[in-house]
C-alpha cells in the first residue's frame, strides 16, 4: 500500500493495575475505525514497574489476551509493550497482533541503565522488521532511541516506531532524537509516549508525535493531555524523496556483535 494509518495513543497508566489500564483503554478504542495500526505507550498495561511481580504470562496473560481481542474486534493491528516473564527475569516486549491472530514481537534491546532495567529484564537479541499493509516498520522501546546503529535503516524499513514511558525531565532529549532518526535514516519517525506520575513519582509530560523522513513535524500530541489521534502517512512521498537525495546509497557498510 502507499499509505498507512496510524491511531496514536497518549495515554495515563494507572500503576500495577492491569484490569483497570486495560478496561480504561476498551473505552477509549471502541470508536476507532478506519486504521491500520494502534499504538500503545511501553508496558501499557502496569507502567514501568521492573522490579515488581508484574510480569504477564507471554502466550495467555491477560494484556496480551486483549491485545488478541482489540485487534479481532476492530480490525486492526494494534501494538504496545508488555513486561513478560522470560528466562528466571522478565522481557520488555513489544507485541504487535493482527487481526487473523498472528501475533509477532521485539524484546527491548536496550536496557536502561539508570534505573537498574538489566536486572530484572533481559535484553532482547534480534533486531526486527515487521510488515503492516505491506509498509515496513522497525519497532523499539524507549531508551532504544539512544543508538542509532541498532536503529540504522539498511533500507530495510519504512518506518520507525518507538514507544517509550520517557521521564518529563528528558522531554528535549526525547523530541530530538525522534527527529534524529527520521533525518539520518530517511524514514518516517513515530514516538509514542506516556502522560502522568508512575508509581515511583517520575512524571511523563507526552510528546506523541509523528515525523517524516526530513524530520518535519506531521502530528503532535499535546502535552499533558490524553491524546488519541490517527494519522495517515504516504509512502510514495518518502520513495520519491529518496530516489530524488539518496543519501542511503552512501551508507556504510557494518555488523551488530
Known amino acids: 500500500m502507499s499509505t498507512l494509518t496510524i491511531t496514536t495513543v497518549q495515554t495515563d497508566i494507572t500503576w500495577l493495575n492491569v484490569t483497570n489500564n486495560l478496561n480504561t483503554l476498551s473505552a477509549k478504542l471502541k470508536n476507532i475505525t478506519d486504521t491500520d495500526l494502534i499504538l500503545l505507550p511501553e508496558t501499557f498495561s502496569t507502567g514501568f514497574a521492573i522490579n515488581l511481580d508484574v510480569d504477564q504470562d507471554p502466550i495467555n496473560g491477560q494484556a496480551l489476551n486483549w491485545l488478541v481481542e482489540q485487534s479481532t474486534k476492530l480490525n486492526t493491528v494494534i501494538a504496545g509493550s508488555v513486561l513478560v516473564s522470560h528466562k528466571n527475569k522478565k ?3 513489544f507485541y504487535w497482533v493482527w487481526p487473523d491472530g498472528t501475533i509477532k514481537y521485539y524484546d527491548k ?4 541503565r539508570l534505573g537498574n532495567e538489566g536486572d530484572h529484564v533481559i535484553a532482547g537479541e534480534n ?3 515487521f510488515k503492516v499493509n505491506g509498509v515496513k516498520v522497525l519497532p523499539l522501546i524507549c ?3 539512544r543508538f542509532p546503529v541498532w536503529a540504522r ?3 530495510d524499513y519504512d518506518v520507525i ?3 517509550a514511558n520517557w521521564p518529563a525531565t528528558r522531554r528535549n532529549i526525547w523530541d530530538t532524537l525522534l527527529q534524529a532518526r527520521a ?3 530517511q524514514s518516517y519517525v513515530i514516538g ?3 502522560v502522568g506520575d508512575d508509581g515511583n513519582g517520575t512524571a511523563h509530560s507526552g510528546g506523541t508525535a509523528i515525523y517524516d523522513f526530513c524530520g518535519e513535524t506531521l502530528f503532535n500530541a499535546k502535552d499533558n493531555e490524553i491524546d488519541i489521534s490517527t494519522t495517515t502517512i504516504d509512502i510514495t512521498k518518502l520513495k520519491q524523496f529518496k530516489a530524488a537525495f539518496p543519501v542511503h546509497l552512501d551508507a556504510d557498510e557494518f555488523n551488530i556483535v
Open 153 to 155: 535503516n539498511r533500507n
Open 183 to 185: 533525518i539520518e535514516n
Open 161 to 163: 516506531v518507538n514507544v
Open 109 to 112: 534491546r536496550h536496557l536502561f
Open 127 to 129: 533486531r526486527e522488521v
Open 91 to 93: 522481557a520488555n516486549r
Open 143 to 145: 531508551y532504544d532511541l
Open 192 to 194: 509514542i509516549n506516556r
